[in-house]
């Protein structure tokens, strides 16, 4: 009896206790929300939102991918024939698409670089960057959209993709087919024969995102080339071209070393995009910096056996690798991870050929990739004389796409422009795509004046071309501001280092020398200055 008591008698002042708990928790909750501001209380909503997402995990299938895009896409061709310090965190969360609620807060806030009182916001309204493209026909499309095609996987996880019947059901209502795509399917039917992305995309930020932080399910080795590069792919099936860090930011090229057996740079790489936009050119496809962990997003995870075999821990206890290439794929030449973190430019991949057949030309400026041989360019001074009487660079504005080409290069200092690609489906009548872009910005202390041998030869360049130059040179709009704070929206910012935006003012100068030359010596400024925009400026 005495025992059933004291049981009684404990049970009771444990659950005092535990109530007294309970009200201290809770005053002290109360205090702490009275204490902070609303500002600075935080929210998981967030992460929470980015779990029911459910983006299904599992390794992603290229068979299934060429199913979904030919499916997507309607027959088009008619073709003939070593880590440094981030100054920016990466960006994670939900990522919305276009027409959702929230999206333009989100593209507001992704694209604060690019607005409010900045020197870039204020040269995309500048006139000279508003002069509109042709009118787009279905012709002009690099792909006609099934518009009865919705894009969505099982929510299984599986590979497989949900027909357009059942997707219906899957998708809120008054959505439209384009709705349902992912950022990377998008910017591929929005490429037309002008240009490859609009200059005013909203779609731009989110592309950039997922390329800095989509998670990465495939990781293997790209054939070809001289040097390691890796395709990697995300759950939503969109692909990137990964370049490794192998230089530092204040490294230079060494003045012995040929163009040919230079270093391949990942930094370069996301320049030479946001340079290419800057000019107003829009012919590379989209680049973000990102850091890779070597470990969870390359060793893990690849299916590619040669790669698999090349990864080693290094004496210092760092993670490395080496692939198989032709140049600098060796143990002594190893990409190594601080201690597995590795820095790199994650490129937008371009429709697959079988999709959207492209043709490689010779650059008839090419080089001769020989120590002692000079290309005839070098040693002819007439030789664009001889190049304006063959096709395709008799007619249309071909050789004027590659003078454009030649001061994009000169700009960063590139020697390896050997060949360049078209769209098939297009004909002569297109771009060229400026692809390859990692062995710019190699020299700030050395500018290579043969490089603007097209310009300085032919003597001719697009006056919209030249106009966006001058305004490039001036204070407003000063091209090594604008490039500076384009660069300084990616995550691995700074992307370049100082030198090397000093020095694309310095360059840009020569080359309005050299165009001011040509108009010196010419008695019709109009064969200098080819007039390609017309009554708009």
């Known amino acids: 009896m005495r025992w059933r008591r004291l049981q009684t008698l404990f049970q009771r002042k444990l659950k005092i206790s535990f109530l007294f708990l309970l009200f201290l928790a809770l005053l002290v909750h109360m205090v702490m929300d009275f204490a902070l501001p609303t ?270 075999k090349t990864f080693f821990i290094s004496p210092a206890g760092n993670v490395c690798f080496y692939g198989e290439c032709s140049y600098y794929c060796s143990t002594e030449h190893a990409l190594c991870g601080k201690p597995d973190r590795l820095e790199g430019s994650m490129a937008a991949l371009l429709p697959d050929k079988t999709l959207a057949k492209r043709h490689s030309w010779r650059s008839p400026w090419r080089r001769s990739y020989h120590k002692s041989k000079k290309a005839e360019w070098e040693l002819n001074p007439n030789y664009c004389a001889q190049v304006r009487e063959t096709p395709p660079y008799d007619r249309g504005h071909r050789l004027l796409d590659l003078i454009d080409m030649a001061i994009l290069d000169f700009l960063m200092g590139n020697m390896d422009r050997h060949h360049y690609e078209t769209f098939e489906k297009f004909g002569n009548d297109t771009f060229l795509l400026h692809l390859d872009n990692g062995r710019g910005f190699g020299t700030h202390s050395r500018d290579e004046l043969s490089i603007l041998a097209p310009l300085q030869q032919c003597c001719s360049i697009k006056k919209s071309t030249y106009l966006r130059l001058q305004l490039l040179a001036t204070q407003p709009y000063r091209l090594s501001d604008v490039l500076r704070e384009a660069l300084a929206t990616d995550p691995l910012a700074p992307v370049l280092a100082e030198p090397h935006l000093q020095a694309l003012d310095r360059r840009l100068g020569k080359v309005l020398v050299a165009v001011g030359r040509c108009l010196a010596r010419a008695a019709h400024q109009e064969k200098v200055l080819v007039d390609d925009v017309g009554s708009w400026v």
Request: charged share 25%; hydrophobic share 35%.
């Open 39 to 308: 500002t600075h209380r935080s929210c998981g909503c967030n992460t929470k939102a980015s779990k029911s997402a459910g983006v299904p995990s599992g390794s992603p299938m290229l068979a299934g991918l060429k199913k979904l895009s030919l499916r997507i896409l309607q027959d088009f061709s008619g073709s003939n024939g070593s880590l440094e310090k981030s100054s920016q965190p990466e960006r994670v969360g939900l990522h919305l698409r276009a027409g959702e609620p929230g999206f333009q807060q989100q593209h507001e806030e992704a694209n604060a670089g690019w607005t409010k009182g900045s020197k870039l916001a204020a040269l995309f309204e500048h006139p000279l960057y508003n002069i509109p493209v042709p009118e787009v026909t279905e012709k002009d499309k690099l792909f006609i959209v099934n518009p009865m095609e919705k894009f969505s996987l099982h929510s299984s996880g599986s590979d497989e993709w949900v027909s357009s019947s059942k997707a219906e059901t899957l998708l809120p209502t008054g959505k439209t087919a384009y709705d349902t795509y992912p950022p990377w399917l998008k910017f591929h039917v929005g490429i037309n024969r002008y240009e490859l992305y609009p200059r005013q995309d909203p779609l731009l930020p989110t592309l950039l995102r997922d390329l800095a932080t989509q998670r990465i399910v495939s990781s293997v080795q790209k054939s070809g080339g001289t040097q390691l590069k890796l395709i990697m792919t995300f759950p939503n099936y969109g692909q990137a071209l990964f370049k490794p860090m192998k230089q530092t930011r204040d490294q230079e090229t060494p003045i012995d070393f040929f163009y040919f057996s230079d270093f391949e740079r990942h930094n370069a790489e996301i320049a030479a995009f946001h340079l290419d936009r800057i000019l107003d050119f829009r012919r590379i496809p989209p680049v973000s910096g990102r850091l890779v962990n070597i470990t969870k997003e390359i060793q893990d995870i690849t299916t590619d056996k040669k790669l698999a």
